[in-house]
Structure formats: structure tokens, C-alpha cells
């Protein structure tokens, strides 16, 4: 349905769209996608994928049967909002299915009735219906629109969707399996909403809603699912929140070039100065993703029309998914943001399930990747994740893109590969090829004719075998599908109950030229012969039941054993046996070692301590060797170190880990361990640096992971942990299952003791004149500016939040002042007037260029005729904040405006956190006005936060200056 920015404008310009908030922001659902498909992408290279999936369903009946789900993978998620309201934050998530194996058998004896493999050109998709959650980041201030997996509902699959008992019981073990997993595999981020700026633009709470686009829940719309994520932003310059939107609210983005657009409420525009608005350096993305305006309207409030577009620095890698046969090549290059080609510093290919070099395939510098050959893949399929690195301008700096590769023993796919079908279930059998290129697959069947078939589409066919009187207990026809190469499919009709078991009833693979032994467990007749033939398909068999694969391509030969008594078959069974080329890649089967250690901890590296602020990591190194198989060396797969954890040795659960995106435990949260995969900002508690070594093999049998341990735990309390990790064959191994030093470590926690003394706050005059002495800097010298230096001692600060205050209750709603205004003395007529800016250095920003005022005390400069004032790098240093306080003589305190005196008259109240991850809460002011010359000099006291029941409020008790 068309919606043109023609209707959309004459729509807003009907009056206010905003609902009271104070700006109203919609991204639109392709370039949340592509967002999406950044952060997957990003995780296959950082042990933070989504892991295989696998499971076995059982159900119940005349036909009693098991399915084996066996490594099941996921691709990239991407919205839909054909289930979207308004009314809340509902959208839905879908991916494809794109590698696996399904393989159905009889419960009683293990007969085939179906297999076949799963590639994404099949089709089948996972659908979650989720609500979009709104995360607070506690350091940085950031709320996150994200999604996550494991909270999803109304989960559906269309694997087996024709099979509703057991899809049901495929939802809910998805479900369960969503719910165990990591949260840096389950939650990805959409939006991100600075909440720490201090202009009257600058956000303070928003709320989520999810809204569909004109037309796009028709079921054959050409834009159906498309829809945008509505963020409604209270600013500081807004009292209150405004009103929730209901199903008549205008759609945001038109048609067109735009992906964003950001609706402005009237009565705020007069904050809107110069060519950037403050609010929109307020929304950021994940990655290197900004909101780039495009056009400005205002039909009633100010509309501002853009897209999410990559920064330069975003680099990307092309093609971000693609599928190549064994023994194939395929080229890969390196963009930046722009689309631009650019020349990669190094380029990396890894298999996430090869335990062998060469299943890694190989990569050159150009970035041209070659796949294993199909004797060395050694999987009927691999995911492969292509790097490519980029050194920048910056010591250490690099710059990470990740791209897919499916690699697939064989081209074409089939389905099935091999089936068993009673009589009810023989009127039509549908088949289905698909080509990794997406062309047409050719269906012919192969002698002796059972049936007839007919071509429904370029991939699907229709199989409907001959019925009647004389129709054979066991009927076999096979069909080939041929793509550039062939491959065999069988269809066993099975008229008649089995009397014979043969085991086993099912062998997956056997490669062409090896030998699989077929036996009878139970004897039917001893003494009566046994006839081996090979009903159907490739290879020989001998009368011990010894199989001999033979064949040019893959396929399924039928292998019965008849039981004949003086010409008569009194019994007969079959086993159903699939060949191909495929040698499968062998694996490890014990562990030489497996420890845990504390980096440069004690007692042998057994035992650590970390400061319980919820930030400060401690570095734990996580050793795995496996042994030798016959003479081989296979280290742990990618997918296996993906799965490796901590866990409590109480009770014994495993150890929360933190997503992707989050620093640490935050005030609030109910953890109070959890484990990072990857260092922060903060100090290790270790006293060393991070290490930089390989979260993946680092010799033939060697593997090394690093864990970053977080704690909120009371002061003085001890806990031990071990690590586990989950094996491709399914099997736990654990670190305590020897009783090694490293089995286990033992971390305590502690808290900050911190002195007053501990700080210290000193003055340097910077400009004005003076400064050898503290009486003359102020009785002789009048216009000044002096830089107060507050420094803790044991640590610097990284970080620097002036809080908003109710009282003594922080409230993140509130915009608090962050420049402070005295006068000499109390008359109106009183000209000898000072005022405070800040000077900080935030860890993860620029260094600052100006001294940082207050909006309201830049309005008083401007008046003043002054411009921005520049930082004094002489007395300036990262990891200090400075308190400037500057001195005029020519602002009589009668020329401003009562509530502008009222709003820069409050002490400042600063949370800074240092080095380590500590909190340090201080309330800065200037001296009592019945104390001479107060408005020279400030007066600093501790706060100490109580948490209460709601997270992250907090009521601060003053504590008087020692």
C-alpha cells in the first residue's frame, strides 16, 4: 500500500502527533534488519553464536516412533510486524533453518521411516513472537530497545508442521533450550537511547511500541510484516509523560529513501539551535550505525526525515551469507561504510564443527577462500565464518567483519533421502530437490518402475506407486534427482509386517568401497537357511550380511534376509543403508586435561579476589586438552568451546553470563556472580592486563578460553566454581570430574574501604592573574578562573554522572543543574558573581575540547558575549574531574531572572566510578554564604547509596566531610 510523504505530512499537519512526549522517534523494519544481521554476523567470530540445536521427539501410538533433530542451525533473526498493535512492544522474529539432519525410526526396532538433511533452500523457518524489552545500562547510562530469544512466546516451526504432536513437542523443547542458553547468544540490541546528556533535549525515559505499516498485515501484500519500532522519549525540558498512542497513530515513514525519522514536538523547538539537533546525538545504534538526517518539515510539530546508515568505519564483509560445494572457491571482500572496497590487513577462515586444520578450509591474503575438499570435509555440511581484519590509525586498533559460508558435501539436496511408507500412507509421496544456485531440479525414476511420477514445480514432484492385487510385501523404487550432479532417493513401500529384525535397521553412512555388517539379533528359525540379497540400489552383500557400498554418486540401497526353509520364505526383514562418498571426520574421545585457573592468583592459581561493585572483572583462564586417537590429534570444535562455562560448585548451577552489551551486574539485578566472555574498561582483578590469546585452538590438542568473572556478592563472602563445557557427542565433561589443583577455583569478595584523606581536591589558577598567593589570587585579582582538581587517590575515574535529585532520592527523571552561580554577597545591586562548568574525561569518549556549562548558565555567556572556553590541557589530566570556577565583576544579581538563580543555585551531586568498577558518590557546592569569601572556594562531602526495592533508585545519607 502506497504512503507517500505527500499523506504523511498533510496527516501531521492536522496538529500535534507527539502525545505530550517530548519527541517521538520510528525506525523502520529493513534497517533494523540489517542491524540484526551486523550482530549475528559479528558473534560467529566471538563464541557467541546461536549453538546447533538438538533433540530427539518421541510420540506414541499404532506406529511408535523417535525423531532425531541432530545439529539443527539457526541464520540471521529479522522482524516481522504483522502481529504488531500499538498497544505494546509486540513483534516477531524469524529464521531460517539452514543446515541440520532429521531422521525419523521406528521406537520397537529402529527401521527407517524418514531422513533427510536440512538447507536453508528448504525453507523451513522458526517464528518467535516476542515483546521488545527496554535495558538501562547503570555505568553508561544507555536504555536499549532489545530482543530477546529466550522470553519469547507462541513459538512455531515448520519442520514438522505436518506432524502436529510432535511440533508441539519440537515448540516446547525450543523453548526450553532458548531458556538455557547464554544471554550473549539470546539477546540482540535495535535502538539505543542516551540517557545521560544534560541539554533540555536530552532524553530521560522513553517507552517501546511496535507498529505495522499501512497494509502490511494483508496476507498478500507486497509489503506484509513491514512496520517500524516507535520509540515515544520524555526529555528533560518535559514534566511529564505523555500519552500511550492507540490504533489511529500516524505511520512516520514514508515511502522513499528513508528509514528513520525523528518527530519533534512543537512547544520544544525553540531548544532546536543550529543544524544538529541535540536529541538526535541522543539515538544510537548498535555497531557504528547513527541516525543521518536527510530533510526537515514542519507541518505542525518539527518532523526530521533520515536513515540508520553506517558510519565509514562500519566494514562489512560480501557476500554476508553465501553456499559453495566441497572443493570449491569463492572471493570475499572487505567495505566500509560507504561501499567502498578496501584492503584487508588479514583475513581468517574457521569451521565452527572441524576438529581437523583442513576442515578450516584455507584463505589467501586477497581474501579468496577455498573450501575442504569432499575428502576432507568430513561433514555433510559446515558453517563457516570468513574474518577479515583491518588494522586502524590507532596503536591496537582493529576493526572486525564477519561474513557466512555454508559448505556442503553435495550441491543438491533432497527430500527425503530415504523413506518407508505403509500402505495408508502410499496414495501420493511428495518429493522435493533443491540446488545450492537455486536451479531447476530434474526427477526420473530408475528401473524396475513401481509407480508413476509427475513434475509439480522446477524443485517438487509427485510419486504415486502402483496399488493392487499381487503388490509385493516389500516394494522398493528409487528416484533420482539430477542438478549438475545426481543423487538417489528411496521409496520403500512396506505392505506387510516385518517378521524379521535386522541390526541395524539403519545405517546413515557408509562411504563408497567400506563395508557395514548387517546381523539378525533375535533368531527367527535357526536352523532354517538365510538368504542375503540387496533388494534395491548399489553394492553387494554377502550371506554373513557384510554390505558392500558401490556407487558413483550418493544413495539408498535396500538389504533384505529372507528366512528359507525347503524353498519356502518363511520371514524376511530389510535394513536400509545409505552411501556416499563422505568420510566422516573422526573426533576425540577422552580429556588429557581440563582446569580452571585464576590469572596470577594464589595458592597456585586456585584462588582470587575482586571488589564486589558488579564491574570490576577477575580474568579466569579455562585449559582444555584432548588426547590422541590413534595417533591423531582433534582439538575441541568451535561449537564445543561455545558451550563452555562456570558454574557453582553448590548447587551446582551454571554461572549467569552477561550479554554481549552490558559492562557488568547492574544495581539492581538479581545476580550476584555472573561471567563475561569478553574484558570491559575496568582494571582486571587480576593487577595485569587482559589476555590476548585465541578463544579457539591454540595447538593440535590445545584449546584456551578466557572468563571474565563478576561480583555483587556481600563483602567477605567465598564462593568456588568450576568450568564445563558441552562435548559435539552431547556428553558434560567438567573440570572437577579429576581431582587436579585447577579443578576448581575460590574467589572472595571485597569491598571499597575508602578515608577521606583518600582524596584530594586542589586549586590551580589558570587564567586572571595570580596564583603564588591565596589571599592575593582573590583580593587583587577579580575576573579569574581557577581549575579545582578532584583525584582519588588509589585509582582514577572513568566515568562521570551529575545525578538528578528529589530530596535526597536520586531520580533519573529529574535534569539536574550542572553549573552552580553565587554572589559575594546578598544585595540585588551585588556584581561579584561566580559560576562553575566541569571538565571530565569519560574513558570511552573523546577527550574534551570546552569546559562542559550548564544549557541555562550558556545562555547567561551568550548574553555575556562569550564563546565556548577552550580546556587548559596544562592543568588538565584524564581521570581527574575539575570543577572550573570562574569569577566576573559585572553580573549584578538583579539582571537575571528569579528561576534561572533557583536552578543554578543547587549543589551538584556527581557519581564517578573509577578504574576498578568502585562508585564514588560526592556532592559538590560552593562554601556557606555565612563564611567569608565563599564564592572562591567549595566544600565536597560523601553520599552513600541505599539501594531500594526498585532497581536502580537509590536514597543517598549524607556524610559529613571528615
Not at 61 to 72: D, H, S, T
Not at 829 to 838: I, V
Not at 907 to 933: A, I, Q, W
Amino acid at each position: 500500500m502506497a504512503y507517500s510523504k505527500r499523506q504523511m505530512l498533510e496527516r501531521l499537519g492536522k496538529g500535534s502527533a507527539t502525545l505530550g512526549w517530548g519527541a517521538v522517534a520510528a525506525y523502520s523494519r529493513s534497517r533494523l534488519n540489517r542491524l540484526l544481521m551486523q550482530q549475528y554476523q559479528q558473534r560467529l567470530d566471538t563464541l557467541s553464536f546461536l549453538p546447533p540445536f538438538n533433540d530427539e521427539l518421541a510420540f506414541t501410538g499404532a506406529r511408535a516412533a523417535v525423531i532425531e533433530l541432530e545439529g539443527l542451525e539457526f541464520g540471521a533473526p529479522r522482524l516481522s510486524f504483522i502481529n504488531a498493535s500499538l498497544s505494546n512492544s509486540r513483534a516477531r522474529l524469524i529464521m531460517n533453518l539452514i543446515a541440520g539432519r532429521c531422521t525419523t525410526v521406528q521406537l520397537s526396532d529402529g527401521a527407517l521411516i524418514n531422513t533427510f538433511n536440512v538447507t536453508e533452500a528448504m525453507g523451513y523457518t522458526l517464528e518467535i513472537d516476542l515483546d521488545l524489552m527496554l535495558v538501562t545500562g547503570e555505568v553508561d547510562r544507555h536504555g536499549r530497545v532489545s530482543l530477546d530469544l529466550a522470553h519469547g512466546s507462541s513459538l512455531r516451526c515448520s519442520l514438522l508442521q505436518d506432524q502436529p504432536p510432535l511440533n508441539e513437542q519440537l515448540v516446547t523443547a525450543l523453548e526450553t533450550w532458548f531458556h538455557g542458553l547464554p544471554a550473549r547468544m539470546t539477546q540482540f540490541d535495535l535502538g539505543i537511547v542516551d540517557l545521560q546528556g544534560y541539554h533540555p533535549l536530552s532524553p530521560r525515559r522513553f517507552i517501546i511500541r511496535t507498529q505495522a505499516a499501512p497494509g502490511a498485515k494483508l496476507s498478500q501484500a507486497v509489503n506484509q510484516g513491514d512496520g517500524a519500532v516507535l520509540v515515544f522519549i520524555r526529555v528533560s525540558a518535559n514534566s511529564a509523560d505523555g500519552y500511550y498512542p492507540d490504533s489511529s497513530y500516524p505511520y512516520l515513514i514514508p515511502d522513499g529513501n528513508y528509514s528513520a525519522s525523528l518527530l519533534l514536538d512543537r512547544s520544544l523547538t525553540r531548544y532546536a539551535d543550529g543544524q544538529q539537533l541535540e536529541i538526535l546525538n541522543s539515538l544510537l545504534f548498535p555497531g557504528t550505525y547513527a541516525f543521518v538526517e536527510a530533510e526537515r518539515h514542519e507541518p505542525f510539530d518539527m518532523l526530521v526525515l533520515g536513515n540508520i546508515d553506517p558510519l565509514v568505519t562500519t566494514y562489512s564483509v560480501e557476500p554476508a551469507e553465501a553456499v559453495i560445494k566441497a572443493g570449491e572457491a569463492l572471493s570475499f571482500t572487505l567495505h566500509d561504510g560507504q561501499g567502498r572496497a578496501v584492503s584487508a590487513s588479514r583475513w581468517h577462515a574457521v569451521s565452527l564443527h572441524s576438529h581437523l586444520p583442513q576442515g578450516h578450509g584455507q584463505i589467501d591474503s586477497k581474501g579468496r577462500y577455498s573450501a575442504p575438499s569432499p575428502q576432507d570435509i568430513g561433514h555433510q555440511s559446515l558453517t563457516v565464518v570468513v574474518t577479515a581484519e583491518l588494522d586502524g590509525t590507532k596503536p591496537g586498533e582493529v576493526f572486525v567483519a564477519s561474513a557466512r559460508l555454508q559448505v556442503s558435501f553435495e550441491s543438491l539436496a533432497t527430500f527425503p533421502n530415504a523413506a518407508s511408507y505403509w500402505p495408508d500412507q502410499q496414495e501420493v509421496i511428495p518429493l522435493a530437490g533443491w540446488q545450492k544456485d537455486a536451479q531447476g531440479v530434474q526427477w526420473s525414476l530408475l528401473e524396475p518402475f513401481h509407480g508413476e511420477l509427475s513434475d509439480q514445480d522446477q524443485h517438487r514432484a509427485l510419486f504415486v506407486p502402483d496399488r493392487g492385487p499381487g503388490v509385493r510385501p516389500l516394494v522398493v523404487q528409487q528416484v533420482q534427482a539430477h542438478a549438475g550432479q545426481a543423487r538417489d532417493a528411496a521409496l520403500v513401500m512396506v505392505n506387510s509386517q516385518p517378521l524379521l529384525s535386522l541390526y541395524p535397521a539403519h545405517v546413515a553412512n557408509v562411504q563408497h568401497g567400506q563395508t557395514a555388517q548387517l546381523s539378525e539379533p533375535v533368531q527367527f528359525m535357526p536352523g532354517a537357511d538365510r538368504r542375503w540379497r540387496v533388494l534395491s540400489g548399489e553394492g553387494e552383500v554377502d550371506q554373513t550380511g557384510a554390505f558392500s557400498s558401490r556407487g558413483q554418486h550418493s544413495g539408498t540401497s535396500v538389504v533384505t534376509c529372507e528366512v528359507v526353509s525347503n524353498g519356502v520364505v518363511f520371514a524376511s526383514g530389510h535394513s536400509v543403508v545409505q552411501h556416499s562418498d563422505l568420510e566422516m571426520e573422526g573426533s576425540w574421545k577422552e580429556l588429557n586435561q581440563f582446569t580452571v585457573r585464576v590469572m596470577s592468583g594464589q595458592d597456585g592459581n586456585r584462588q582470587g579476589r575482586q571488589f564486589n561493585n558488579g564491574f570490576q572483572q577477575l580474568e579466569l583462564e579455562v585449559y582444555v586438552e584432548t588426547a590422541q586417537v590413534n595417533g591423531k590429534d582433534y582439538p575441541l570444535s568451535v561449537t564445543e568451546l561455545a558451550t563452555l562455562g562456570l558454574y557453582h560448585e553448590r548447587t551446582p548451577e551454571r554461572v549467569s553470563t552477561l550479554a554481549l552489551e552490558r559492562e557488568g551486574i547492574e544495581l539492581g539485578d538479581p545476580e550476584l556472580w555472573a561471567v563475561s566472555t569478553r574484558p570491559n574498561r575496568f582494571h582486571l582483578a587480576n593487577g595485569r592486563a587482559a589476555a590476548a590469546a585465541p578463544r579457539r585452538a591454540v595447538t593440535n590438542r590445545e584449546s584456551i578460553v578466557y572468563l571474565y568473572l563478576h561480583c555483587r556478592a556481600g563483602a567477605g563472602q567465598t564462593r568456588q566454581f568450576y568450568a564445563g563445557f558441552q562435548a559435539d557427542s552431547k556428553q558434560m565433561h567438567y573440570s572437577t570430574d579429576t581431582t587436579v589443583h585447577n579443578a576448581r577455583i575460590e574467589v572472595s569478595a571485597a569491598q571499597l574501604q575508602v578515608l577521606e584523606n583518600d582524596y584530594s581536591f586542589t586549586r590551580q589558577r589558570v587564567d586572571g592573574g595570580g596564583g603564588d598567593n591565596e589571599q592575593d589570587d582573590f583580593d587583587f585579582f577579580l575576573t579569574t578562573i581557577d581549575y579545582w582538581t578532584f583525584r582519588y587517590t588509589h585509582a582514577k575515574f572513568v566515568s562521570c554522572e551529575v545525578l538528578g535529585m528529589e530530596g535526597n532520592r536520586v531520580s533519573p527523571l529529574t535534569t539536574p543543574n550542572i553549573s552552580m552561580i553565587t554572589w559575594e554577597g546578598p544585595s540585588q545591586h551585588d556584581r561579584m558573581f561566580s559560576y562553575t562548568g566541569l571538565i571530565f574525561h569519560d574513558s570511552l569518549e573523546p577527550y574534551p575540547e570546552t569546559v562542559e556549562f550548564d544549557t541555562v548558565m550558556e545562555s547567561i555567556r551568550k548574553d555575556l558575549e562569550l564563546d565556548a572556553l577552550p580546556v587548559d590541557r596544562r592543568w588538565y589530566a584524564s581521570g581527574s574531574l575539575v570543577l572550573v570556577n570562574l569569577r566576573r565583576e559585572d553580573v549584578y544579581r538583579l539582571t537575571l531572572l528569579d528561576w534561572v538563580k533557583r536552578w543554578l543555585t543547587p549543589s551538584l551531586v556527581v557519581l564517578l566510578r573509577d578504574e576498578n568498577g568502585n562508585s564514588h558518590y560526592r556532592r559538590f557546592s560552593y562554601l556557606s554564604t555565612s563564611k567569608p569569601e565563599h564564592r572562591n572556594y567549595f566544600d565536597h562531602v560523601s553520599v552513600s547509596p541505599h539501594v531500594l526495592n526498585a532497581p536502580q533508585r537509590a536514597v543517598l545519607t549524607l556524610h559529613n566531610n571528615a
